[in-house]
């Protein structure tokens, strides 16, 4: 799949899927834009413009989005609490990063792709949107919300010839979630054990799939599962 002569910007490209995904698109010939809070390492590995960004400010949002004919939004935070422990600061900043974010750069992204005749959105969410995980409220919350949001910019603009896509990934062995482990007290092989297929995900193959729903001409709309097996068990 070539995307030569197409402009992806990717947010959270600065590690794990973004960054991967960021690779992936550069390897295909797309003209890449690392955005992120600190973008500069992959950005400078790849030889891409750099983009210092917050998705929750709508200001630099709106400057980010002109001209692209690919967007990925992979930027998000977590969190690990159960409902009543989740505190309403915690559940705010989860959905403005999440669920907020991923809407400030559609909505900003999708007229200057109209303008260009079409584009490609995929957005990143997560099978805890899925399937109920314990001490994940917030974070599953939003992520229903980044599905539902993807469902209907897909019908919304599917006449402007621009398609909305989400990947769901189970558990990715990336530093997000190595993090998260320790927060919550858990272990990476506790999480191995629940996985059908012995082994957590690597971002690569996150961002394979994220890269076939970018270039899928005759995909809009869909969620595609990538959690070696989780919600099949």
Not at 188 to 197: F, I, K, M, N
Not at 223 to 232: E, F, K, N, Q, R
């Amino acid at each position: 799949m070539s995307f030569a002569g197409k402009r992806a910007l990717v947010t959270g490209a600065g590690s794990g899927i973004g960054a991967a995904t960021a690779r992936r698109l550069a390897r295909e010939g797309a003209e890449v834009i690392v955005a992120d809070l600190t973008p500069h390492a992959v950005a400078e590995e790849l030889g891409a413009d750099a983009v210092e960004l917050d998705v929750r400010d709508e200001r630099r949002v709106a400057a980010a989005m002109e001209g692209l004919d690919v967007l990925v939004n992979a930027a998000g935070i977590g969190s690990t609490t159960n409902g009543p422990e989740t505190t309403l600061e915690v559940w705010e900043n989860v959905f403005a990063v999440n669920a907020r974010g991923t809407f400030l750069c559609c909505k900003h992204a999708i007229p200057a792709m109209a303008a260009r005749g079409g584009g490609s959105i995929v957005n990143v969410a997560s099978i805890a949107a899925l399937v109920g995980l314990r001490n994940r409220a917030a974070y599953s919350a939003s992520k229903g919300a980044v599905i539902a949001l993807t469902r209907a910019l897909a019908v919304d603009h599917v006449a402007e010839r621009i398609r909305v896509n989400a990947v769901a990934p189970g558990t990715v062995d990336s530093p997000w979630v190595r993090r998260l482990v320790e927060e919550a007290g858990e272990s990476l092989e506790s999480l191995r054990a629940r996985q059908p297929l012995g082994r957590l995900g690597t971002p690569e193959e996150i961002a394979e799939s994220i890269v076939y729903l970018a270039g899928a001409e005759f995909v809009t709309g869909t969620v595609l599962v990538i959690d070696g097996g989780l919600t099949a068990a």
